[in-house]
């Protein structure tokens, strides 16, 4: 049975994207020694939420994603002053998060991922009139097939289907070239919904 991942999923965070002259503004203030910490304060809160998500749907718990987000934000602070601005900082905050996610992953051998939500509904034509799968196993199957893929490939995923970033950013965060990070896409589709479509 063909199955696609083309539906948007449901429930996708987004942080506030800055104007350029006000994200030049913020990293003044960053480097600024008086203003500092509210800048800081200020980056926190415009992207804290798209963050929490990514590191989420890689680390699998809440728990988990919080203290991997408490990380990658003291990362960010104690960094700060290297930030040559040569990216944008949203884009530089997710590098620092996705590294953070990864070191978490390979050092507790955890591949859990559980924020699968808003793909349910693309496997829902797949249940048969004569043994419909109840709303939970839909999930454990979803869950089960994204959490097979290698590491890589499930950040590559999530970051093109959830958070919507354009190769051309994804590029700059996890390094490779676009396109290689379009194939490893295009194998985690396949390999999902090879997984999805098993009886």
Known sequence: MEMTLSGK?????????PAD?????LLRQLRTPATQDSAFRKLVE???????????????SH??????????FIKAWNGIHTFRGESRLKTWLFRIAT???????????????SDLDGMEDTISHSNSQENPLSGDEIRAKLETAVESLPVKQKIVFCM????ELK??????????TVGSLKASFHH????IEAMLSED
């Open 160 to 163: 093109k289907y959830y958070d």
């Open 21 to 25: 002259s006000d994200e030049s503004l």
């Open 99 to 113: 590294n953070e996610s990864i070191t978490f992953i390979r050092s507790r051998s955890r591949k859990a991922l």
């Open 46 to 60: 415009l992207h804290k939420q798209l963050l929490y998500w990514q590191i989420r749907r890689i680390v699998g």
């Open 167 to 176: 190769y051309e950013e994804m590029a700059e965060i996890l390094g490779g």
């Open 188 to 191: 985690a589709v396949k390999k």
């Open 9 to 17: 999923s449901i429930g996708k965070e987004q942080s506030a994207e």
């Open 63 to 72: 728990d988990d994603a919080d203290d991997v987000l408490q990380n990658t």
